[in-house]
Nanobody, 121 residues
Framework: VQLQASGGGLVQPGGSLRLSCAAS????????IGWFRQAPGKEREGVSC??????YYKDSVKGRFTMSRDNAKNTVYLQMNSLKAEESATYYC?????????????????WGQGTQVTVSS
């Protein structure tokens, strides 16, 4: 199983980015897939998760972040709008083969390598 995260970069406050997570070795339809972020010196925190047609978001990103998927490409996306400086972090995608969404990183058995998001003017 491999997860390839991409799409990070430098964006001004209020700007947008779309992250991608391309999966191989499994079918995203059958698993829970989450996005996490970790800033230097802070714990890894869950941002969103999708499984079986349900999608969950951390309260602070509701209305600004949207997960979507392209089943044909076996890829999941995280559209991030109205980004804030405090959301600068390395963003990771992760898979729980048990198809259960959790905010706890330990529930996820497979992780992408992370993509850096920097929100700064």
């Amino acid at each position: 199983v491999q997860l390839q995260a991409s799409g990070g970069g430098l964006v001004q406050p209020g700007g947008s980015l779309r992250l991608s997570c391309a999966a191989s070795g499994l079918t995203l339809d059958d698993v829970a897939i989450g996005w996490f972020r970790q800033a230097p010196g802070k714990e890894r925190e869950g941002v969103s998760c999708s499984n079986g047609g349900h999608t969950y978001y951390k309260d602070s990103v509701k209305g600004r972040f949207t997960m979507s998927r392209d089943n044909a490409k076996n890829t999941v996306y995280l559209q991030m709008n109205s980004l804030k400086a405090e959301e600068s972090a390395t963003y990771y995608c992760a898979v729980n083969p048990g198809n259960i969404c959790s905010w706890g990183p330990l529930a996820y058995g497979y992780w992408g390598q992370g993509t850096q998001v920097t929100v700064s003017s």
